[in-house]
């Protein structure tokens, strides 16, 4: 099992490595988080809903992700409730004290699936969550050592020395810990370190002879891993991020405050010329080749705030002045004339008038749409590459949007699930400028993003081509990152561990 000293000190890339390297080994893996509270989401080929970090990590295992793997899903709805997704399917909206209340019937889902796993595999890699050292949490505990005492693992703890503490995190986590979950905790994992091993060897050395615990290696700062982030938090390290160059294309994603599967852009971060940028203020949409308007799991109250703070207004006049503009899923909504929530689903707002940019208007009802689907291009715009069938993605929303004024959809499903389809996706603007679709990983396909990139570039004057392309979560990111772990851990303690 592999457990943090915090949030977002990379859990989910050391669990994926792992699935990488007990993979290369022969052994058949599979990843395991009984408790995901994200809003990027993936869809099973069964139709279930779970954590983007967990379908991730069965990539890395090179298995075909289940909902076993990440039985419940906790989507923030706001400061005190959640959408709660247990084994793929939504339960409700739940506040925190009615979550609690269910905890010990959502233990026998998590024994039942780690069950489950742990009798079609060889090794399963376990992911916690936060820190095993919340005191106030740990009697309701489902997701850290109740789930290393369910399993009888060993845990790496890891802790991000790129933020500083590290050291104090390591020991401070302990000292919180009772002795019988301390002594579960294997050895200590150094992340993100950029600076000279020797320097650091006085640090682990007081680590060893204060812990008794080892320390199984130092991970270097992997520039560039293009493989998907968990959550939010990892936009934090993006703000600030440099303006395009006068060669470059500048792609603006607004950063809505509830916004939800954001790695849907993280594939075109990594093309050669290409500058994302998440934005949260008006003025910063001047010059941007490209406006996105990206997932939310609160679209009308992310709507008001698109209004409160100038930020429809400016994307509007984009727009009007002939600018590109996209919208995903919640974004693609909003870009529409009117959003009704008339069963409260989402918020406490019934509806609410789009930006104006889309003839569509979309009503949220109580069923999810949860699918894996196939699907091409409708129409020409900047996103139709001519290419049939070439579409691969998914779908995870609860509002269903219908044309109005006549408007044309932007792509046609052929298939969802694995079923033969022929349903209308989106809306294009009639000049072709503003699209918008409910189909989320568009960019993982090199498609997509070789017609999205040549008609921007077209736009700017610039060459056709940037050399070189890149994929998200392609396998030789994971063979790249499995071979710096290996070069940089204790390598017969890892494999001892598994019986190896």
């Not at 070189?468 to 772990?485: I, N, Y």
């Amino acid at each position: 099992m592999v457990q943090g000293t915090a949030s977002s000190v990379g859990k989910s890339i050391v669990t994926a490595a792992l699935c990488r390297i007990f993979h290369q080994e022969g052994l058949r893996v599979a990843p395991f988080k009984s408790q995901n509270m994200a809003l990027n989401a993936f869809v099973t080929p069964d139709g279930g809903e779970i954590g983007r970090a967990q379908a991730v990590q069965a990539m890395a295992a090179r298995v075909v992700p289940t909902v076993d793997m990440n039985p419940i899903l906790l989507k923030p709805e706001g400061d005190a409730r959640s959408q709660v997704v247990v084994l793929g399917k939504p339960i409700g909206s739940l506040g925190a004290v009615e979550y609690h209340a269910r905890k010990p019937e959502l233990r026998e889902i998590v024994a039942g699936s780690l069950s489950r796993l742990r009798a079609s595999h060889d090794v399963v890699v376990i992911e916690g969550a936060g820190s095993p050292a919340e005191i106030n949490l740990k009697s309701r505990d489902i997701v850290n050592m109740f789930v290393a005492g369910l399993a009888d693992a060993p845990v790496l703890l890891v802790g991000d020395i790129d933020r500083g503490g590290v050291f104090a995190a390591f020991i401070g986590t302990l000292e919180l810990l009772e002795p019988k979950e301390r002594a579960r905790v294997a050895a200590f994992v150094v992340n993100k370190f950029r600076g000279d091993l020797e320097l650091l060897a006085p640090g682990l050395d007081f680590l060893r002879e204060r812990t008794g615990v080892p320390v199984l290696g130092v991970l270097p700062y992997v520039q560039r891993l293009r493989v998907a982030d968990e959550d939010s938090v990892s936009l934090d390290d993006r703000r600030g991020r440099r303006r395009a160059g006068p060669a470059e294309l500048d792609i603006a994603v607004v950063r809505l405050p509830r916004i939800s599967n954001y790695d849907d852009f993280q594939p075109l971060e990594h093309e050669p010329g290409v500058v994302v940028r998440f934005v949260e203020h008006a003025n910063e949409l001047v010059g941007a080749d490209l406006v996105v308007l990206p997932g939310t799991k609160s679209t009308l109250p992310d709507l008001a705030w698109l209004r409160q703070t100038g930020i429809g207004a400016a994307i509007v006049e984009h727009a009007r002045r002939g600018g590109l503009v996209l919208g995903v899923c919640g974004g693609c909504q909003m870009l529409g004339t009117t959003i009704a929530d008339p069963h409260r689903i989402e918020s406490d707002d019934e509806r609410g008038e789009g930006l104006g940019l889309l003839g569509i208007a979309t009503e949220f009802g109580r069923e999810k749409r949860v699918t894996q689907l196939r699907a091409r291009a409708a129409r020409r715009s900047f996103l139709d590459s001519g290419e049939t069938d070439a579409i691969v993605g998914y779908e995870i929303h609860m509002g269903r949007i219908s044309r109005v004024l006549g408007s044309e959809g932007a792509f046609v499903i052929t298939r969802r699930n694995g079923r033969a389809d022929d349903d209308v996706d989106g809306a294009v603007s009639a000049d072709g400028a503003v699209v918008g679709t409910m189909i989320h990983g568009i960019f993982e396909n090199e498609c997509a993003r070789r017609t999205l990139l040549v008609s921007l570039r077209s736009r700017r004057g610039l060459p056709a081509k940037a050399a070189g392309s890149a994929h998200v979560c392609a396998p030789d990111e994971f063979d790249r990152l499995a071979e710096t772990v290996r070069a940089n851990v204790d390598m017969k303690m890892l494999l001892g561990w598994i019986g190896r």
